[in-house]
């Protein structure tokens, strides 16, 4: 039977990567130079889907027009880009649903809030970069997750119909942005969830807790004789 996905996108930060574990150090070294105490890695690791500023606002608890956050920020993203993916990693259970997605002959892409530059070193560093058939970032885009936009480019980039792929994030934004593009949406409830969010309450069309999950669920889609349509 052929399938009958064009094409499964996701989110980076928090869906395919593990880049918390980069992150910590890094913002602990920040605060030990400005004398303050480090910050608990589960409490730095809600924050890492919003971004490097979140990251910034949340440990040294500035607001984005402070005057000291954007030495901090830039300061964050250079030691982040000296040494990327030390300790980050893709999440168990990635790398080999990549390969099943590629073995089922599925294109599969990336539209994420995170820089490009940053973005594209780090498929280079986990050898993705010649795998991921579309790579839409926020220099590509006049307006972010979760607004569409990004995956409307993405299915262009990949001559795919949006109503024939999924999206799949583990942040409310990646859903509302997958549903307002006409796709069908996964909750990746694996990933960097703030406390007291529920992932049920996002109105994705299924939730995976666990990579594996996210295979089998796919594979089910694959084998219909048509995808469900996202209302």
Sequence with gaps: MMATLD????????????????????????????????????????QVSNGAGAIVA?????????????????RLLEHYAADL???????????????????MGTPWGIVTNKPQRLSLAVLERLNLSGRCASLVCPEDLRSGKPDPEGLWLACQQLQAKPA????????????????AAGMITIAAAWGYLPPGERVEEWNSHYLALQPSELQHLLNSLLSQAEPPRPE
């Design 7 to 46: 094409a499964v996108l996701f989110d980076l930060d928090g869906t395919l990567l593990d880049s918390a574990r980069d992150f910590h150090p890094i913002i602990n070294r920040l605060l030990a130079e400005a004398g303050r105490d480090p910050i608990g890695f589960d409490a730095l690791r809600s």
């Design 85 to 103: 993916c030390r300790h980050g990693r893709l999440f168990a259970g990635i790398e080999p649903l990549l390969s099943w997605l590629e073995q």
């Design 58 to 74: 949340h440990a040294f608890q500035l607001e984005p027009q402070a005057e000291a956050f954007q030495a901090l920020h830039r």
């Design 164 to 179: 024939r792929c999924v999206y799949v994030g583990d942040h409310r934004r990646d859903i509302e942005a997958g549903l």
